[in-house]
Nanobody
Framework: QVQLVESGGGLVQPGESLRLSCAAS????????MGWYRQVPGKERELVAT???????FYAGSVKGRFTISRNNAKNTVHLEMNSLKPEDTARYYC?????????WGQGTQVTVSS
């Protein structure tokens, strides 16, 4: 069983930066993909960025160039550096880990971008 714990959310003004972190624990295999998704009330959860254990990354078009995903395989952590935040980035951000056909979600952390 895998557990994911997110941290780093908060309230920021447009144009500011925020860094999210996610720590994974439990039965984690060496080959996996970790990522960040986000969801606003009334809308489907959407992919933000993913990173494989080999370091391959993928970004949603709306965040490409502003967000950077990284991971530390030794510590089983993944981070999301968010720059030039916009009000439309406001959402609950969820950490995700996929391995061997299974997916685990964290409880999420709220990010609010407002002046």
């Amino acid at each position: 069983q895998v557990q994911l714990v997110e941290s780093g959310g908060g309230l920021v003004q447009p144009g500011e930066s925020l860094r999210l972190s996610c720590a994974a624990s439990g039965s984690i295999f060496s080959v996996n993909t970790m990522g960040w998704y986000r969801q606003v009330p009334g809308k489907e959860r959407e992919l933000v960025a993913t990173i494989s254990s080999g370091g391959n990354t993928f970004y949603a078009g709306s965040v490409k160039g502003r967000f950077t995903i990284s991971r530390n395989n030794a510590k089983n952590t993944v981070h999301l550096e968010m720059n030039s935040l916009k009000p439309e980035d406001t959402a609950r951000y969820y950490c995700n880990l996929r391995q061997r056909g299974d997916a685990t979600w964290g409880q999420g952390t709220q990010v609010t971008v407002s002046s």
